[in-house]
């Protein structure tokens, strides 16, 4: 089923509002990603205007960035700690925006979109 992004049907008072067009592709939306702890494995997919986007379906590896030596490496991601969205993600281990994972440089935020992005950024706290 598709996600449809535009003006419900209904006014705030609960009264019906007259449709004054049909809905829009451009209206739509998709189903989050639910990017989890796994081997790599991404997806392309076709966005607006014919351009490509690579949705990140697993991912086991994360580019940490270490704030005090000021560099960045490559280090795997061992589990999901902490995870503002949802915490019902922690269990599941979910990869999303904001969430605080374990590697194996340390405790990291997640900084980039992997449901977007198609590649998991983070900052060690």
Same mark, same amino acid.
């Given at each position: ?25 451009? @209206?739509?939306?998709? @189903? ?94």
């Amino acid at each position: 089923m598709t996600i449809f992004q535009g003006k419900g049907r209904k006014k705030e008072t609960g009264g019906k509002l007259k449709q004054s067009r049909a809905k829009r592709r451009y @209206e739509l939306g998709r @189903e989050p990603t639910m990017t989890r702890i796994g081997e790599d494995s991404r997806k392309v997919q076709r966005g607006y205007g014919g351009n490509t986007k690579a949705i990140l379906m697993l991912g086991s590896e994360a580019n940490v960035y270490d704030p005090k030596s000021k560099s960045t490496k490559k280090a795997k991601i061992v589990t999901v700690k902490e995870n503002p969205a949802n915490p019902h993600y922690v269990q599941r281990n979910i990869l999303n925006r904001g969430t605080v994972i374990r590697t194996e440089a340390g405790e990291a935020r997640i900084t980039s979109r992997p449901g977007q992005d198609g590649i998991i950024n983070a900052v060690l706290l």
